[in-house]
């Protein structure tokens, strides 16, 4: 049974920092897509980070780009995001996706489809 199990959340101060963990069990980590999405109250879902496994490969939405970075640890099988600069705008309940192995060609971005999806955790950042 794939499982996502997202941690790290919680409250700070804008201009604070926060190291979100995301770790996967049940399943091949490899060749995976792995992403995190975000989705403040009333608004839609955002993607905000992807990781390609097997090479490393990432992409960050604009917003966030310069002060998120998408890493992972593949010996536990975990991914993280490191957040740092927050802005309140970063408030959001934080999720993590991933896919099943892919081919390396295929593009890796969060309009990709991910079945395998955690909780979420939240973040909030205050002014």
């Known amino acids: 049974q794939v499982q996502l199990v997202e941690s790290g959340g919680g409250s700070v101060q804008a201009g604070g920092s926060l190291r979100l963990s995301c770790a996967a069990s049940?399943?091949?980590?490899?060749?995976?897509?792995m992403a995190w999405f975000r989705q403040a109250p009333g608004k839609e879902r955002e993607g905000v980070a992807t990781?390609?496994?097997?090479?490393?490969?990432?992409y960050y939405v604009d917003s966030v780009s310069g002060r998120f970075t998408i890493s992972q640890d593949n010996a536990k099988t975990t991914v993280y995001l490191q957040m740092n600069s927050l802005k309140p705008e970063d408030t959001a309940m934080y999720y993590c996706?991933?896919?099943?192995?892919?081919?390396?060609?295929?593009?890796?971005?969060?309009?990709?489809?991910?079945?395998?999806w955690g909780q979420g955790t939240q973040v909030t950042v205050s002014s």
């Open positions: 990781i390609y496994t097997t090479a490393g490969r990432t």
């Open positions: 049940g399943y091949t980590y490899s060749r995976n897509c």
């Open positions: 996706a991933a896919t099943g192995p892919r081919q390396s060609w295929l593009p890796c971005v969060p309009g990709t489809d991910f079945p395998y």
